[in-house]
């Protein structure tokens, strides 16, 4: 098997060589290569050959077309602050208490922003990948992209004294990542992860997330079903078994967990729906790659007679990882089934 026909086949459920290695590589690729982080983040070129290059390095399962989580922000207004060998930050969001949402444009995803640079990225990945291995793209959903454009305690806020006001932003957010993510599945990737954080329990209570965010989360999946994506791909970091069960429902067919919540909790959960995770993001600077062979192996075999997993870290592998841990998460899988 190769790595676009492992990944599908546990998300299938269907019997793999091995257990797929997903990694969730992101800006490390960067600092594998020597390459300075901000060039990284703003040129679709050097993102993908980084990705290509870690992808050869590691022999994990799948590539990146990721960049931050300020791109959509950025494209609609927001100013950043870019800082040498860290992702940047918001120094300005688009959106303020007196700015309404009807003031802002969906953007073109071919023009606005680092948008066209991600898309470049997609394709150039696509091309080198070809039906080898999977391309992953990144969109921020519903209640990340808000916060993005609101500042996180403006937007709690105002959640909660305008409910509707707030459910305007939510539903410009939910036209934000259909139009990018069908760009991004337009311009090669296989499947959008949708990377909604600010939706996790350690932010928002789990009724908010029903109640809100769960019907948004479904017209972001069936846009992208429709589009013909691989697989919908829900990345929630945080303690999220009180929202693991409506993952189905929002039509996920891969659910992202953390290290908050067990294998064996995260399988009761959502015993139909293809897993991955959990190592802690942080365990592949602290440390050694001995502890993350045996953290990773005790996942392999915690799902071998379940399949529908995919062995990862639960976040992404911090900046500053060991190579060495990395490479310690691909021999696992190697090793197990």
Same mark, same amino acid.
């Given at each position: 098997?190769?790595?676009?026909?492992?990944?599908?086949?546990?998300?299938?459920?269907?019997?793999?060589?091995?257990?797929?290695?997903?990694?969730?590589?992101?800006?490390?690729?960067?600092?594998?290569?020597?390459?300075?982080?901000?060039?990284?983040?703003?040129?679709?070129?050097?993102?993908?050959?980084?990705?290509?290059?870690?992808?050869?390095?590691?022999?994990?399962?799948?590539?990146?077309?990721?960049?931050?989580?300020?791109?959509?922000?950025?494209?609609?207004?927001?100013?950043?602050?870019?800082?040498?060998?860290?992702? #940047?930050?918001?120094?300005?969001?688009? @959106?303020?208490?007196?700015?309404?949402?009807?003031? !802002? %444009? &969906?953007? =073109? *995803? $071919?023009?606005?922003?680092?948008?066209?640079?991600?898309?470049?990225?997609?394709?150039?990945?696509?091309?080198?990948?070809?039906?080898?291995?999977?391309?992953?793209?990144?969109?921020?959903? #519903?209640?990340?992209?808000?916060?993005? @454009?609101?500042?996180?305690?403006?937007?709690?806020? !105002? %959640? &909660?004294? =305008? *409910? $509707?006001?707030?459910?305007?932003?939510?539903?410009?957010?939910?036209?934000?990542?259909?139009?990018?993510?069908?760009?991004?599945?337009?311009?090669?990737?296989?499947?959008?992860?949708?990377?909604?954080?600010?939706?996790?329990?350690?932010?928002?209570?789990?009724?908010?997330?029903?109640?809100?965010?769960?019907?948004?989360?479904?017209?972001?999946?069936?846009?992208?079903?429709?589009?013909?994506?691989?697989?919908?791909?829900?990345?929630?970091?945080?303690?999220?078994?009180?929202?693991?069960?409506?993952?189905?429902?929002?039509?996920?067919?891969?659910?992202?967990?953390?290290?908050?919540?067990?294998?064996?909790?995260?399988?009761?959960?959502?015993?139909?729906?293809?897993?991955?995770?959990?190592?802690?993001?942080?365990?592949?600077?602290?440390?050694?790659?001995?502890?993350?062979?045996?953290?990773?192996?005790?996942?392999?075999?915690?799902?071998?007679?379940?399949?529908?997993?995919?062995?990862?870290?639960?976040?992404?592998?911090?900046?500053?990882?060991?190579?060495?841990?990395?490479?310690?998460?691909?021999?696992?899988?190697?090793?197990?089934?």
């Amino acid at each position: 098997m190769n790595s676009l026909e492992r990944v599908k086949a546990a998300i299938a459920f269907a019997p793999v060589d091995r257990t797929p290695a997903v990694p969730q590589l992101f800006g490390h690729a960067a600092v594998l290569a020597g390459m300075a982080l901000e060039d990284y983040l703003r040129d679709g070129e050097r993102l993908a050959r980084c990705q290509i290059e870690a992808y050869r390095h590691y022999g994990h399962d799948m590539v990146f077309a990721f960049m931050d989580f300020s791109v959509e922000t950025e494209a609609l207004g927001s100013l950043l602050q870019y800082r040498a060998d860290q992702y #940047p930050d918001v120094a300005s969001y688009v @959106l303020t208490p007196e700015r309404d949402v009807s003031a !802002l %444009a &969906v953007p =073109d *995803p $071919a023009v606005a922003g680092r948008m066209p640079e991600l898309l470049r990225a997609a394709s150039i990945l696509r091309r080198e990948a070809g039906d080898e291995a999977p391309v992953a793209g990144c969109v921020l959903g #519903p209640m990340t992209l808000a916060t993005q @454009l609101l500042g996180i305690e403006t937007a709690l806020y !105002l %959640a &909660v004294d =305008d *409910p $509707a006001r707030f459910e305007n932003v939510l539903d410009f957010a939910v036209e934000v990542a259909v139009r990018y993510g069908l760009a991004q599945i337009g311009a090669g990737v296989h499947l959008p992860i949708v990377f909604d954080p600010a939706a996790s329990p350690a932010v928002v209570p789990p009724q908010f997330f029903r109640e809100r965010l769960l019907p948004r989360l479904k017209k972001v999946f069936a846009a992208y079903r429709a589009a013909g994506a691989l697989a919908n791909w829900l990345n929630i970091t945080g303690p999220t078994a009180p929202i693991l069960p409506w993952y189905p429902e929002a039509g996920a067919d891969i659910a992202n967990f953390d290290y908050y919540v067990d294998a064996a909790e995260a399988q009761k959960l959502l015993p139909a729906t293809c897993l991955d995770g959990n190592l802690k993001s942080l365990s592949f600077v602290d440390a050694s790659p001995a502890e993350i062979a045996a953290a990773a192996g005790a996942l392999v075999a915690a799902f071998a007679g379940r399949g529908g997993f995919l062995l990862s870290s639960g976040c992404e592998i911090p900046l500053e990882a060991k190579p060495e841990n990395v490479a310690a998460l691909v021999s696992a899988a190697r090793a197990g089934t």
